[in-house]
T-cell receptor
Framework: GNSVTQMEGPVTLSEEAFLTINCTYT??????LFWYVQYPGEGLQLLLK?????DKGSNKGFEATYRKETTSFHLEKGSVQVSDSAVYFC??????????FGAGTTVTVRA | KAGVTQTPRYLIKTRGQQVTLSCSPI?????VSWYQQTPGQGLQFLFE???????NKGNFPGRFSGRQFSNSRSEMNVSTLELGDSALYLC?????????????FGEGSRLTVL
């Protein structure tokens, strides 16, 4: 079946540091890949997505590239802010109307 | 436009009771999905409805059920509650026409079972 593995947290960074959250997946076909973010007290919201190999999703300074050869979709941001403190979830969909999520990575950015 | 609305936001039940949670999707969205979020199991898919039809179902016992109405609003029901059902239940809506499209999540209903 499908599964998503993302790096364990929590991750604590200082403002302006570089952030990377690793995500790898297992799928039988060619899934669409997503990063969702959950800010404190809020529901999940889509951060970015990629639907085919070599696609790069980007939003709010975050980027992730769909790497089929390494089955990965790592999230990166060059300079984080305190407002980026949240839980980040990697997810995939194989067209079966459901998302399979990773365990989530809690990121705390200190001023 | 208004987002996904879930009610109630918080509720406390005792073992053996049943609970019904409600979800109003974004206007124009015909797909509604439900997820359970717990610290131990993370986010797990419960079921997805489109135009009142269940298109997919996760690996949950039959105590968990759902339905969708003609106005796209959805409810999920959990009967004979167990302590392990304590969780944040998230509803998400989408246009639903293309698998893998963006889901818009509500803030969730937090269920505590005592």
């Amino acid at each position: 079946g499908n599964s998503v593995t993302q790096m364990e947290g929590p991750v604590t960074l200082s403002e302006e540091a570089f952030l990377t959250i690793n995500c790898t997946y297992t799928a039988t076909g060619y899934p669409s890949l997503f990063w969702y973010v959950q800010y404190p007290g809020e529901g999940l919201q889509l951060l970015l997505k990629a639907t085919k190999a070599d696609d790069k999703g980007s939003n709010k300074g975050f980027e992730a590239t769909y790497r089929k050869e390494t089955t990965s979709f790592h999230l990166e941001k060059g300079s984080v802010q305190v407002s980026d403190s949240a839980v980040y979830f990697c997810a995939l969909s194989e067209g079966d109307y459901k998302l399979s999520f990773g365990a989530g990575t809690t990121v705390t950015v200190r001023a | 436009k208004a987002g996904v609305t879930q009610t109630p936001r918080y509720l406390i039940k005792t073992r053996g009771q049943q609970v019904t949670l409600s979800c109003s999707p974004i206007s124009g969205h015909r797909s509604v999905s439900w997820y359970q979020q717990t610290p131990g199991q993370g986010l797990q898919f419960l079921f997805e409805y489109f135009s009142e039809t269940q298109r997919n179902k996760g690996n949950f016992p039959g105590r968990f059920s759902g339905r969708q109405f003609s106005n796209s609003r959805s409810e999920m029901n959990v009967s004979t509650l167990e302590l392990g059902d304590s969780a944040l239940y998230l509803c998400a809506s989408s246009l639903g026409q293309a698998p893998g499209g963006e889901l818009f999540f509500g803030e969730g209903s937090r269920l505590t079972v005592l």
